[in-house]
């Protein structure tokens, strides 16, 4: 379960830029899903589940389910009642909503599926086993990170595709992964290796979306230590595009980092901290407390972006996903 908890934590994670008018938070405590409001009032147990992902309009809560033949992948609607299974896979991670809600991508197996939410109708099924999936913010297009393997650290490039017509390559260095499509750019981690470090290091860059305006957001600005960490990793970016929220995530940590980006700038909330989402003017972050390992006992809390004060939402709870 660590590792999974890993590979949630630098990709379920980018789903929320928050903003919606009637807040809401899903969460895990134990192998049950739930919902509430976004200062933790009002909570209501919706069903039994892993990894919860609510849409961008609070309407859905799409979640995986142990079953005897892998993991199911369920949606449901936020208010209660039956859920139905859109996928069996064997791998959980990388899951996403469209900003208008209206459409699901996810990883199964090695294919990209692209679902229509209503219908729960595939749409398209892409050969490509993913590192990151992510809508652009018209909800038209999907960016992801291709792969031909499901080996975290095997060569993947980026990759943006629109229905009806082919996957276009952005990269070619096989070595980009966990893509953000925001309103000004395609953030994204490439791996790099310096100083002949026995473990990969990782850079923050920024692409446009037709592969023009390449550019690095970080120069190793954020520590990594002699570990196996995945990071930095986009989680959230505020709309005005100056505020970057980033996961430094391995076997032994668990990072949440504010990256001002007019500054480069990047400081720690604290140790321990799992990132989960950002306000849209980035005043604040929702963030996970003691890591991700799953035996641990987490809450959820509201960090301002300035001081880092803390303010706790809900107790005995992982996973949040917050449309506000």
Same mark, same amino acid.
């Given at each position: 379960?660590?590792?999974?908890?890993?590979?949630?934590? /630098?990709?379920? /994670? #980018?789903?929320?830029?928050?903003?919606?008018?009637?807040?809401?938070?899903?969460?895990?405590?134990?192998?049950?899903?739930?919902?509430?409001?976004?200062?933790?009032?009002?909570?209501?147990?919706?069903?039994?589940?892993?990894?919860?992902?609510?849409?961008?309009?609070?309407?859905?809560? /799409?979640?995986?389910?142990?079953?005897?033949?892998?993991?199911?992948?369920?949606?449901?609607?936020?208010?209660?009642?039956?859920?139905?299974?859109?996928?069996?896979?064997?791998?959980? !991670?990388?899951?996403?909503? $469209?900003?208008?809600?209206?459409?699901?991508?996810?990883?199964?197996?090695?294919?990209?599926?692209?679902?229509?939410?209503?219908?729960?109708?595939?749409?398209?099924?892409?050969?490509?086993?993913?590192?990151?999936?992510?809508?652009?913010?018209?909800?038209?297009?999907?960016?992801?990170?291709?792969?031909? $393997?499901?080996?975290?650290?095997?060569?993947?490039?980026?990759?943006?595709?629109?229905?009806?017509?082919?996957?276009?390559?952005? #990269?070619?260095?096989?070595?980009?992964?966990?893509?953000?499509?925001?309103?000004?750019?395609?953030?994204?981690?490439?791996?790099?290796?310096?100083?002949?470090?026995?473990?990969?290091?990782?850079?923050?860059?920024?692409?446009?979306?037709?592969?023009?305006?390449?550019?690095?957001?970080?120069?190793? $600005?954020?520590?990594?230590?002699?570990?196996?960490?995945?990071?930095? /990793?986009?989680?959230?970016?505020?709309?005005?595009? $100056?505020?970057?929220?980033?996961?430094?995530?391995?076997?032994?940590?668990?990072?949440?980092?504010?990256?001002?980006?007019?500054? !480069?700038?990047?400081?720690?909330?604290?140790?321990?901290?799992?990132?989960?989402?950002?306000?849209?003017?980035?005043?604040?972050?929702?963030?996970? #407390?003691?890591?991700?390992?799953?035996?641990?006992?987490?809450?959820?809390?509201?960090?301002?972006?300035?001081?880092?004060?803390?303010?706790?939402?809900?107790?005995?709870?992982?996973?949040?996903?917050?449309?506000?």
């Amino acid at each position: 379960m660590r590792s999974i908890g890993v590979f949630l934590t /630098a990709v379920v /994670a #980018t789903l929320a830029l928050a903003g919606t008018a009637d807040a809401r938070i899903a969460f895990q405590r134990g192998d049950r899903i739930y919902v509430a409001r976004d200062d933790g009032s009002g909570v209501k147990r919706l069903t039994r589940g892993h990894f919860p992902v609510l849409s961008p309009d609070g309407r859905w809560v /799409a979640f995986y389910r142990t079953a005897s033949r892998g993991l199911e992948l369920r949606l449901m609607r936020a208010t209660g009642g039956a859920s139905k299974r859109i996928a069996l896979t064997s791998e959980g !991670g990388h899951l996403t909503f $469209s900003p208008d809600s209206k459409r699901l991508a996810m990883m199964v197996r090695y294919e990209v599926w692209l679902v229509d939410v209503a219908s729960r109708r595939k749409l398209a099924r892409l050969p490509y086993s993913a590192r990151g999936l992510s809508f652009s913010p018209d909800s038209q297009s999907l960016v992801f990170a291709g792969s031909e $393997s499901l080996k975290i650290d095997d060569p993947s490039d980026l990759f943006t595709f629109r229905l009806g017509e082919p996957p276009h390559q952005l #990269t070619r260095d096989g070595r980009s992964r966990w893509p953000l499509w925001t309103s000004q750019g395609i953030v994204f981690t490439q791996q790099t290796v310096r100083g002949g470090g026995k473990f990969p290091l990782y850079e923050l860059w920024e692409t446009q979306a037709d592969g023009t305006g390449l550019r690095a957001l970080t120069n190793q $600005s954020v520590p990594i230590t002699d570990d196996i960490t995945y990071g930095p /990793a986009p989680v959230a970016r505020s709309l005005d595009g $100056s505020r970057l929220l980033i996961s430094v995530a391995g076997q032994s940590r668990d990072d949440a980092y504010a990256l001002d980006l007019t500054t !480069g700038a990047a400081r720690p909330f604290g140790e321990g901290l799992v990132p989960l989402a950002l306000s849209r003017d980035g005043a604040s972050a929702l963030l996970q #407390t003691r890591g991700s390992d799953p035996t641990d006992q987490h809450s959820l809390v509201r960090a301002d972006w300035l001081t880092g004060t803390r303010t706790t939402l809900i107790r005995n709870a992982m996973w949040g996903s917050w449309t506000g």
